[in-house]
């Protein structure tokens, strides 16, 4: 079972800030959060990770609570090309490389 | 991706047959997967490998077996096609453990 839950899905005025949030209640302290996205029948795109501190690249930035139960992706001027399903998944650098993919959050601009 | 290319990208084939897809990559990643897609699953782990002859299986790995001889293709083999198998199957790279993964187009295999 995926160890994220998401909103299976969310709409967001072009040009405005799409935020969608991921509860990880569960994470460990070596694991980290990471965030793709699948435009539809293209292959997943990884978007960005992190592990405790916020982390901005040139797609998204991800903001992640101190108790690191929960994070948000942010995709700050959403365009219509955004409109993808946004998996967010936690990894541990020790596992044996398996993502646990979940059913991810429908964004709609 | 461009440095990822997954071949066929399209194939339709007959209950029985033997079928290889092949992931050929140029960035020179360590790490390789083969995932497959159906409706109403996420993507799921067929096969991976963390480097050239090492390779071990996912949650999905029955009837299907992979080959890695060289760092730059990972094949994915179906023994014996199964209507079961009809699926788009993505192969991913990445260099470093800590990487986000790059995935190629895919390949939507038919099992008739």
């Known amino acids: 079972d995926a160890k994220t839950t998401q909103p299976p899905s969310m709409d967001c005025a072009e040009g405005r800030a799409a935020n969608l949030p991921c509860n990880h209640s569960t994470i460990s302290g070596n694991e980290y959060v990471y965030w793709y996205r699948q435009i539809h029948s293209q292959g997943p795109q990884y978007i960005i990770h992190g592990l405790k501190n916020n982390e901005t690249n040139e797609m998204a930035s991800l903001i992640i609570t101190e108790d690191r139960k929960s994070s948000t992706l942010i995709l700050p001027h959403a365009t219509l090309r955004d409109t993808a399903v946004y998996y967010c998944?936690?990894?541990?650098?020790?596992?044996?490389?398996?993502?646990?993919w979940g059913a991810g959050t429908k964004l709609i601009i | 991706d461009a440095g990822i290319t997954q071949s066929p990208r399209h194939k339709v084939t007959e209950t029985g047959t033997p079928v290889t897809l092949r992931c050929h990559q140029t960035e020179n990643h360590r790490y390789m997967y083969w995932y497959r897609q159906d409706p109403g699953h996420g993507l799921r782990l067929i096969h991976y490998s963390y480097g050239v002859k090492d390779t071990d299986k996912g949650e999905v790995s029955d009837g299907y077996s992979v080959s890695r001889s060289k760092t730059e293709d990972f094949l994915l083999t179906l023994e014996s096609a199964t209507s079961s198998q009809t699926s788009v199957y993505f192969c991913?790279?990445?260099?470093?453990?800590?990487?986000?993964?790059?995935f190629g187009s895919g390949t939507r295999l038919t099992v008739v």
């Open positions: 991913a790279t990445h260099a470093y453990e800590v990487d986000g993964y790059t």
């Open positions: 998944i936690v990894r541990a650098m020790d596992s044996n490389y398996q993502l646990i």
